[in-house]
């Protein structure tokens, strides 16, 4: 891979390292997100790490969700002494010292253990240091797995990243959710995107579904941004054009779920107003079962199952993705 | 960033300009699944009304765009002249003779832009292959037992590889053409890799009987 020394100071959620943006230094970030729990943001976080450090990339995994950690379980460690939450609560600035080998080569994980439940969360700033630290890590990939819901920490890890993953399953609560996830992201983006207060404020106001402008959709609010001010309109159409998250479709069945990912991509587009890229999708597979209960990758326990093919097709579009040239990232789903 | 109201018939469909009209087609059948009332993917996003006005406006695009006086009179209007003319229809039209999906079905989603690395390409195929492929192009067990009147059972057996399950090598072979063609393969590139799989399980079963077993 070509290794270019980045700049590092535009990781916050509002910066230019966001959703579907290239990558602004050495490593590159990708977030698993969707707000549901239970549809396989873990299992795809490490088993996607499992096959791009198979194909020869070097790749930390990170667990983030402090509350739920169970990455390192996927990927067949014990419960380790050290985690993520060390740096959090700033017993160690050094996240080389909390990586911890695994049973893959080229594959390191920093587990989510040991948190402070009291106050599990990092403050804003110290999560845009881990950021900056993590991109400055000596790998290819960093890998986020999310906690569910859409609190601003979990939003901030997915804004900051340069592919946010939306992992979705063919079922009515997992589309609810992930909606309700990637509407929280999109708003929070577009206000720390915007200068003017007015605007803010009325980002704020657009935010509650009851609002009193009527505003209902991201493309209402853009006409009244565009009619309070023009060149924050522009601002907003432009960070509109970067937010890009990426659908995956876990759990799919029939080749009729297949087909819900380029919907979730049109409705994206016609609610939205935003490009969403279709990734790929994972069949519901009893070798996955088998492995999660085995606390192996099913990539690696279970290498010629149909849910290890098509987790190996997602590491490698998201490889082309980073190789290629940003214009060509594509799902599909632009004709 | 336009709204509904604001698109275009091609925006609305999301095609190309250039669009031919299988692709139209193609896209169509997608989005009026995407909009259809119990469709998954706009559940707590839109309402009923909504979801009546984008339908609406999916079948005026429609009307519009698949009729070719229509569509070159719609394309004047907005300022737009197709660089080549169409391709003749009979050279893409599905075969309703047989029923069979042509090789590649310009009907099905778009799986073929969606994946470029398919593993359709060489080597040999298994069950997992087959429904790898089955899925991608969109045709569900019922539709091909539907089409080829092989029982679902039997063809989700052939996926699965139970073998022992399988009726005689004959029928088998019949069936797996059959499944082949179905979802748009080449049965002299399935049936021999796959045949030859059966072949193996069945001789290990004879070997095994003959030897007597435990």
New interface residues.
């Given amino acids: 891979m070509v290794k270019v020394d980045r700049a590092t100071q535009n990781d916050t959620a509002g910066g230019s390292n966001k959703v579907g943006a290239q990558a602004d230094a050495n490593a590159r970030i990708i977030s698993f997100g969707g707000g549901k729990g239970g549809v396989g943001k873990t299992f795809l976080a490490a088993n996607v790490a499992v096959a791009l450090a198979q194909l020869g990339h070097r790749v930390l995994a990170a667990d983030t969700d402090l509350e739920g950690a169970n990455l390192h379980t996927c990927l067949g460690l014990p419960s380790p002494p050290v985690s993520l939450a060390d740096f959090v609560a700033q017993r160690q600035e050094d996240l080389g010292k909390l990586a911890l080998d695994t049973p893959v080569e080229n594959l390191r994980v920093i587990a989510g253990t040991h948190a402070n439940l009291g106050s599990p969360q990092p403050s804003h700033s110290r999560q845009v240091r881990l950021m900056r630290t993590l991109r400055r890590q000596p790998v290819d990939f960093v890998l986020l797995d999310l906690g569910a819901g859409s609190h601003t920490s979990v939003l901030d890890y997915f804004l900051m990243a340069d592919d946010a993953l939306v992992v979705v399953q ?3 609560t997992s ?2 959710n992930a ?2 996830f990637l509407r929280a992201a999109f708003y929070r983006r577009m206000r720390l995107a915007m200068l003017g207060h007015g605007v803010r404020k009325l980002i704020t106001e657009a935010m509650d579904h009851r609002n009193e402008r009527g505003i209902r ?1 991201p ?2 609010l ?2 009244e941004v565009e009619a309070l001010d023009p060149a924050e309109g522009a601002r907003f ?1 432009a960070t ?1 054009r970067d937010f890009r998250p990426r659908i995956v479709v876990n759990g ?1 069945r ?3 779920d ?3 990912g ?3 991509c ?2 994206c ?3 939205f ?1 935003i490009e969403a890229d ?1 990734l ?1 999708y994972v ?1 519901h597979d009893e070798a996955a079962r088998r492995s999660v209960a085995a606390r192996k990758p099913v990539v690696d326990f279970r290498a ?3 849910a290890a ?1 098509y987790l190996q ?1 997602i590491a ?1 579009k998201l490889v082309q993705s980073t190789t290629a040239d940003g214009s060509t990232r ?4 632009r ?1 | ?4 109201d604001e698109q275009d018939h091609y925006e609305v469909l ?3 300009r250039n ?1 031919r009209s299988v ?1 139209i087609e193609r ?1 169509y059948q ?2 009026r ?2 909009y259809a009332e119990d ?8 309402d009923g009304s909504d979801t009546s006005a ?1 339908s609406e406006r999916i079948e005026l695009a429609h009307r519009v765009l698949s009729d070719a006086e229509t569509r070159a009179s719609y394309d004047r209007s907005l300022g737009h002249y197709p660089e080549e003319a169409e391709p003749t229809v009979a050279a893409t039209a599905v075969n309703h003779s047989t029923r069979e999906l042509p090789e590649r079905d310009p009907a099905s ?3 073929d ?3 470029q ?1 398919s ?1 359709e390409e060489s080597g040999e195929f298994d069950g ?1 292959r087959l ?2 492929v ?7 067990i019922d539709d091909i037992a539907e089409i080829t009147k092989v029982s679902a059972t039997y063809l989700r057996y052939i996926e699965e590889e139970s073998f022992k399950d399988l009726p005689a090598e004959v029928y088998v072979r019949g069936f797996v053409t059959a499944y082949a063609r179905t979802v748009g393969l080449d049965p002299e590139r399935v049936v021999p890799t796959y045949m030859g799989r059966f072949r193996v399980a069945q001789g290990a079963k004879r070997k095994g009987f003959l030897l007597g077993g435990p």
């Fill in positions: 063919p079922e009515p589309v609810e909606y309700t959709t493309i209402d853009l006409r159409v509109m799919v029939t080749a009729e297949i087909k819900l380029f919907a979730i049109s409705v587009r016609k609610y107003g279709y790929g069949n010629n199952s149909d093919v097709r490698h594509t799902g599909g789903v004709r | 960033v336009r709204s509904l999301e095609v190309s669009a692709e896209a997608g989005m699944s995407a469709s998954l993917a706009i559940y707590s996003v839109f984008i989603p778009p799986f832009d969606f994946e690395n593993d997992k429904r790898r089955r899925m991608r192009r969109g045709v569900e």
